[in-house]
């Protein structure tokens, strides 16, 4: 891919208009709250992002040392 784009230059990506980005519970699919740790970044166009949140009670907060343990099993 280096090669491909080398005669491009480096710019950053412009988050589109009526784009928006949600931490999401990746069990769910509603939005997680601030203190999960297992919650995953989603773009939406606006007005499309999920409206319920995810019980408190059911979040993981674990920092996860597990998080790559397949990896190196």
Known sequence: MRDAVKNYPDTDFTIPSGVVFASIDPVTGKLAPANASNAIR???????????????????????????????E
């Not at 166009?45 to 409206?51: A, L, R």
């Not at 319920?52 to 040392?65: C, K």
């Open 42 to 72: 989603e773009a939406f166009i606006e007005g499309t992002e999920p409206k319920e949140r995810i019980d408190s009670d059911r979040v993981n907060t674990d920092a996860g040392d597990d998080f790559f343990k397949e990896d190196i």
